[in-house]
């Protein structure tokens, strides 16, 4: 095994297949290079053990993206395989990084390792991670650690330095390098008789914590920590052992390298589970000793985990993720479409949409879907795989919930396939660890925006329902307006008869949110709300205006901010502000009703045919000093030309006629 200097040497080996039970899984192997069946040793039970964290400071989004994504995986392998998964996990709190970051802070070792430790912790809980069957700090088991040492001196696999250090043999053992092909010269550094050995134990330095042993005071180095806890509580032959890909070489090489030695044989992991990096701005992977990352609390700020999450899920645990915002928005696009699908079920199962649907296709999509979303995650867990198969299902019912005709209100209707398809869907994105419930991984503020939201949708439709009964235009008509107040703001209102459902896609910025309170106000200072009284009260002086640094003055016609005034008005009229130019159709709904002489069927549809021209007419044909008669400026011949019109823009009247088109 010796080499000459500038010669290098390359390893290979190959990988042994475990005898046990075969779960169907194909799953990519390192050492093998290629994709092997995932075979448990026990049909009782799986092993699991995953490398956590060396807490010497706050976690950051590349962690979470290497814990969410090993989670995914593990969730998996218990709710869609039924596997008893039994995992461990490892806390390392005593390193070099950590005794450096104590000299920093002015505290002891222990101090920050218990710090850090408790706010990963909580990450993992604000993440929805699954917390380990047992989690260990290295330094509640050093007496292990020094044992599992002690055993590989006695048998020749280690020897002692000058220093006082504990070394590992690398030449005495002859499936070193079968992770990664290494390729090395003969340099020795000082201590070591290989630059390949690598340090079991770190003799003392001054002002550092040590441990006493045979040969000396010190304590445990990187590797060791985890081949001792591992085999500890798992036994001398691991199923799966995981962390992120910056640890594949030296850390598990090395952790397999002395587990072997250790039991005397070839394999001590089955199958290594390695996740892809997280990079953001360039094409560094996100570190803390490079100083380019987003703490995860930092994180939480812009989006949800449950947001995150499904980035994670976007693409295969194996490759490289990049942080951006672009990512994240596309990940809530994705939220929002599963939790639109599942309120247009309700609304089919509840009687509110009453169409006729064939079943037949129903149950041949969810079939199909099935058994795709089987072959995908079977397939070395490819989760991205899995969700183009989920979106295709929820896609095409959406749309035959959309376009299928309508039936009597008291014809009977089967609601056991959209409820096949529904559950299916839950359970499988429930299986991911995504919770579509609008109060779970969501931030504070978007909570308390939710309660805001569903105290206006809850106050209208009790408007509604009454205006109805009473046959009261005005009432309804204010509630229309409402209904195209918010859809300007992303909240989407879909009126069937007496009742209605809520598709949300909020825009999450505080433009947006406080627009939506300048939409309250409005309507409380207009309509007063007389006929109900408490509700008004309610939405008058809910407490959570304060949180979009906005307070309602009800005795003017002005919405006070903490920092600055909004001028109802103006807001609503004005052509500089781009919120205000899209919320001014509002102010001329009332001529567009007359107009068209707009109403309403049982399903609370917009009938195209009170148009007189083709609707394109109307979307394009709109110049400030056009003189036809049939162009939209005819539509208010009341109109102060001064005033600008919300159609003068053909991005808002784009949004506009796309808004009517859809009810």
């Known amino acids: 095994m010796n080499t000459v200097f500038g010669v290098y040497r390359r390893?290979?080996?190959?990988?042994?297949?475990?005898?046990?039970?075969?779960?169907?899984?194909?799953?990519?192997?390192?050492?093998?290079?290629?994709?092997?069946?995932?075979?448990?040793?026990?049909?009782?039970?799986?092993?699991?053990?995953?490398?956590?964290?060396?807490?010497?400071?706050?976690?950051?989004?590349?962690?979470?993206?290497?814990?969410?994504?090993?989670?995914?995986?593990?969730?998996?392998?218990?709710?869609?395989?039924?596997?008893?998964?039994i995992t461990v996990m490892n806390v390392t709190d005593i390193d070099d990084k950590i005794i450096r970051r104590s000299k920093e802070l002015k505290q002891?070792?222990?101090e920050v390792s218990r710090k850090y430790e408790k706010e990963f912790l909580n990450d993992l809980k604000i993440l929805g991670i699954q917390m380990p069957d047992i989690m260990v700090r290295v330094t509640d088991k050093i007496d292990l650690i020094v044992r599992f040492i002690e055993k590989l001196l006695n048998d020749g696999y280690a020897y002692r330095s000058n220093d006082g250090s504990v070394y590992f043999d690398t030449s005495k053992l002859n499936c070193y390098g079968k992770l990664q092909n290494i390729s090395k010269d003969s340099h020795e550094e000082s201590f070591k008789k290989s630059s390949a050995d690598f340090a079991l134990w770190k003799s003392a330095k001054p002002g550092e914590p040590y441990w006493e042993t045979k040969w000396g005071p010190g304590r445990p180095g990187w590797h060791i920590e985890c081949s001792a806890l591992a085999s500890f509580f798992l036994g001398d032959e691991l199923d799966v052992h995981a962390g992120g890909i910056d640890l594949q070489f030296p850390h598990h090489e090395n952790e397999e390298a002395?587990?072997?030695?250790?039991?005397?044989?070839?394999?001590?992991?089955?199958?290594?589970?390695?996740?892809?990096?997280?990079?953001?701005?360039?094409?560094?992977?996100?570190?803390?000793?490079?100083?380019?990352?987003?703490?995860?609390?930092?994180?939480?700020?812009?989006?949800?985990?449950?947001?995150?999450?499904?980035?994670?899920?976007?693409?295969?645990?194996?490759k490289n993720m990049e942080f951006s915002t672009e990512l994240i928005k596309t990940a809530k696009g994705v939220i929002d479409h599963y939790k639109n699908f599942l309120s247009h079920c309700s609304a089919y199962t509840d009687c509110t949409l009453n169409v006729?649907?064939?079943?037949?296709?129903?149950?041949?999509?969810?079939?199909?879907?099935?058994?795709?979303?089987?072959?995908?995650?079977?397939?070395?867990?490819?989760?991205?795989?899995?969700?183009?198969?989920?979106?295709?299902?929820?896609?095409?019912?959406?749309?035959?919930?959309?376009?299928?005709?309508?039936?009597?209100?008291?014809?009977?209707?089967?609601?056991?396939e959209i409820l096949a398809c529904a559950n299916y869907v839950s359970n499988i994105l429930s299986t991911f660890g995504i919770n579509l419930n609008p109060k779970s991984h969501t931030t504070k503020q978007e909570n308390n925006f939710e309660d805001l939201l569903e105290t206006l949708i809850n106050f209208r439709q009790s408007v509604r329902s009454t205006a109805l009964e009473q046959k009261d235009i005005a009432y309804l008509k204010f509630c229309d307006e409402v209904r195209n107040n918010l859809a300007q703001l992303g909240i989407v209102l879909k009126d069937y008869g007496k009742k209605t459902s809520v598709s949300k896609r909020i825009k999450e910025n505080r433009e947006t949110k406080r627009g939506y309170v300048v939409v309250v106000m409005k309507i409380l200072r207009d309509y007063k709300c007389s006929s109900f009284p408490i509700i008004y009260e309610e939405v008058r002086d809910h407490e959570k205006y304060p949180e979009y640094l906005i307070t309602l003055e009800m005795d003017g016609s002005n919405v006070t901010g903490i920092d600055d005034t909004i001028d109802v008005e103006n807001y609503f009229s004005g052509s500089t502000n781009n919120l205000g130019s899209s919320l001014c159709i509002s102010k001329y709904l009332e001529d567009f009703y007359e107009l068209f002489d707009v109403f309403t069927d049982t399903k609370g549809e917009l009938l195209l045919n009170s148009f007189k021209y083709p609707i394109q007419h109307y979307l394009f044909h709109v110049t400030s000093d056009c003189k036809c008669s049939k162009c939209i400026l005819s539509c208010f011949p009341n109109h102060d030309p001064k005033m600008p019109l919300p159609f003068i823009c053909t991005e808002n009247s784009l949004k506009f006629w796309n808004i009517i088109l859809n009810y």
Request: glycine share 4%; net charge positive.
């Open 11 to 85: 390893y290979s080996h190959s990988w042994i297949k475990p005898i046990g039970q075969d779960t169907g899984i194909q799953i990519y192997n390192c050492i093998a290079k290629k994709k092997v069946p995932f075979i448990t040793r026990n049909k009782e039970f799986l092993t699991w053990y995953t490398c956590g964290p060396t807490v010497y400071d706050s976690s950051h989004i590349g962690h979470a993206s290497c814990y969410v994504k090993l989670d995914i995986i593990q969730r998996i392998l218990r709710r869609y395989y039924n596997l008893n998964l």
């Open 108 to 110: 002891s070792p222990t």
């Open 258 to 318: 002395q587990s072997c030695a250790y039991f005397t044989k070839q394999q001590w992991v089955n199958y290594w589970i390695h996740t892809g990096h997280l990079h953001y701005g360039d094409a560094q992977k996100m570190s803390k000793s490079l100083k380019n990352t987003i703490t995860i609390t930092e994180m939480l700020e812009i989006c949800s985990s449950n947001d995150f999450r499904m980035a994670c899920l976007m693409s295969h645990y194996s």
């Open 356 to 416: 006729k649907l064939n079943q037949n296709v129903l149950k041949e999509n969810l079939a199909n879907v099935e058994k795709e979303i089987g072959c995908a995650l079977s397939d070395d867990f490819d989760t991205a795989r899995a969700l183009k198969s989920l979106h295709n299902l929820t896609s095409n019912v959406n749309k035959m919930l959309t376009n299928s005709p309508p039936i009597p209100e008291d014809a009977m209707n089967s609601n056991v």
